[in-house]
């Protein structure tokens, strides 16, 4: 069974930055889309930014301009680029990577803590 990994997290002051990686264990073929999602205490998962096959990206509104996703098919890895980072981006952040060559599967990341404090 194919295991995403993720790495990059950790405490960053307000105005700092990060990189997160997330790399798969194994080989993944068909990969169609890749990306990164958050949870903060008492909120649901959401979307941070995502990547499809054809390198088209989309972004939550308020990562736009912070945030720069980018993924190596070749590789089954996939980055987040984290700058400007406030109190607001802290949650864990879980990669997730779809693909298969007759039926997509989803896979997911165990999560990674990113806290942003003074």
């Known amino acids: 069974q194919v295991q995403l990994v993720e790495s990059g997290g950790g405490l960053v002051q307000p105005g700092g930055s990060l990189r997160l990686s997330c790399a798969a264990s194994?080989?993944?073929?068909?990969?169609?889309?890749m990306g990164w999602y958050r949870q903060a205490p008492g909120k649901q998962r959401e979307l941070v930014a995502g990547?499809?096959?054809?390198?088209?990206?989309n972004y939550a509104d308020y990562v736009k301009g912070r945030f720069t996703i980018s993924g190596d098919r070749a590789k089954n890895t996939v980055y987040l680029e984290m700058n400007s980072l406030t109190s607001e981006d802290t949650a864990v952040y879980y990669c997730?990577?779809?693909?298969?060559?007759?039926?997509?599967?989803?896979?997911w990341g165990q999560g990674t803590q990113v806290t942003v404090s003074s």
């Open positions: 997730n990577i779809r693909g298969g060559l007759i039926r997509k599967t989803d896979y």
């Open positions: 194994g080989s993944i073929f068909g990969i169609n889309y």
């Open positions: 990547i499809i096959s054809g390198g088209s990206t």
